[in-house]
C-alpha cells in the first residue's frame, strides 16, 4: 500500500480534554502537537472523572462550556434562519451554526463516553415508539455531534434520524449543516490513547501492512441483520481486491474462536460480543500501526 496523508488540516479541530485528569491533557497536547492544532483550539473543562456522567453534567460541564467556547473564540456563530412557510405549514425561525471555521471534535483520554439514563426527563414520545427505544441515555460522542443545532432544544428521548445517512459528499459534513464530526483518542491508558496518534502517522508515512479479518454473522436472508452482514462481506471484499490486503472470511454464527491465529491485524469487521470474546481476549492482540 502506498502511503497515506490527513487530508485536513489542524485549524479545522478542536481537542477536548478532562481538566481534572492530568493524563488527558498530556493526550490532548501531543495530539495538537502531531496534528498542528492551534494551541488556542485546545481546550480542557472540568468533567468527573467516571465513565459516566448525568444529562446535567453532560450539558453543564461539557456541552455548553464547549459551545459557549466556540462562539466566544470566534471559530463559529449560532444565528437564526427564517425557515418560508408552505401552504401547509407557517414560517419558522430556526437558531443554527451559520459559519464555522471547525469540522471535527476530538475527545481525549479522560472524557467520560457515557450519558445516563434521567427518569426525571419528560417529553411527548409517539404511541408508535418501541419500549426499547424510549430512553434518553446516549453516547457522548454522538450527543456531541449535534452541537450545532443546541439551541434547536430537540427531543432526547427515543431514536433520531440520520439525515447524513449514505452521503457521500464530505464537504456535506459540516457544522453549518447541523453535524459537528466527533472522533475520540482513548483507550485503557493514557499511554495507549497517546500511541494511537503515532502509529496513525507511522501508517500515514510507511503505508498500512497486514491482514483483514471479516468475521460474519451468516444470518438467514430474511433475518433484519441480513443488510449488516453484506455490509462487512462489502468491507471485505474493498480490502481484498482494492486494497490487496490478504482478507480471511470466517463465515460461522459465532466470532473467531478464541484460539484462532489472529496476527497482523489491519482490519478486522464483524458483529460484536457483549464482552470480549475470541482472540481479543488474549493478554495480547498484534495490530498493526495505523
Not at 446535567?56 to 412557510?85: C, F, M, N, R
Not at 471535527?104 to 463516553?113: E, H, K, M, R
Not at 483518542?185 to 479479518?213: F, H, M, Q, W
Amino acid at each position: 500500500t502506498g502511503a497515506l496523508r490527513a487530508a485536513d488540516t489542524g485549524d479545522e479541530v478542536v481537542v477536548i480534554y478532562n481538566s481534572r485528569v492530568p493524563e488527558s491533557k498530556d493526550v490532548a497536547e501531543h495530539y495538537a502537537e502531531q496534528r498542528q492544532v492551534p494551541a488556542s483550539q485546545v481546550f480542557g473543562f472540568a468533567m468527573t472523572t467516571n465513565d459516566s456522567m448525568h444529562r446535567a453534567e453532560y450539558q453543564d460541564t461539557l456541552e455548553k462550556p464547549l459551545a459557549k467556547k466556540l462562539e466566544s473564540e470566534k471559530l463559529w456563530h449560532v444565528g437564526s434562519d427564517i425557515i418560508p412557510g408552505t401552504n401547509n405549514t407557517k414560517g419558522r425561525v430556526v437558531w443554527k451554526v451559520q459559519r464555522s471555521k471547525i469540522r471535527y471534535a476530538v475527545l481525549c483520554y479522560g472524557v467520560p463516553f457515557r450519558i445516563l439514563e434521567d427518569s426525571s426527563i419528560k417529553e411527548k414520545i409517539p404511541d408508535t415508539l418501541q419500549a426499547e427505544l424510549r430512553r434518553n441515555g446516549a453516547a457522548v460522542d454522538s450527543e456531541l455531534a449535534l452541537l450545532p443545532i443546541i439551541e434547536q432544544h430537540y427531543p432526547l428521548t427515543g431514536p433520531r434520524g440520520n439525515v447524513f445517512y449514505t452521503a457521500t459528499n464530505a464537504a456535506w459534513f459540516h457544522p453549518t449543516n447541523g453535524i459537528l464530526m466527533v472522533a475520540r483518542l482513548d483507550g485503557p491508558s493514557a499511554g495507549i490513547a497517546r500511541g494511537l496518534v503515532d502509529k496513525a502517522l507511522e501508517a500515514e508515512t510507511n503505508g498500512l501492512c497486514g491482514r483483514a479479518y471479516i468475521d460474519m454473522r451468516s444470518v438467514d436472508t430474511n433475518s433484519p441483520y441480513a443488510m449488516g452482514d453484506d455490509w462487512i462481506l462489502g468491507a471485505g471484499k474493498i480490502c481484498q481486491y482494492f486494497g490487496g490486503y490478504d482478507t480471511i472470511i470466517d463465515t460461522n454464527g459465532a466470532t473467531f474462536p478464541a484460539d484462532f491465529p489472529m496476527s497482523q491485524i489491519a482490519f478486522y469487521f464483524g458483529w460484536y460480543d457483549e464482552h470480549v470474546s475470541g482472540p481479543f481476549a488474549q493478554p495480547k492482540v498484534e495490530f498493526m500501526p495505523g
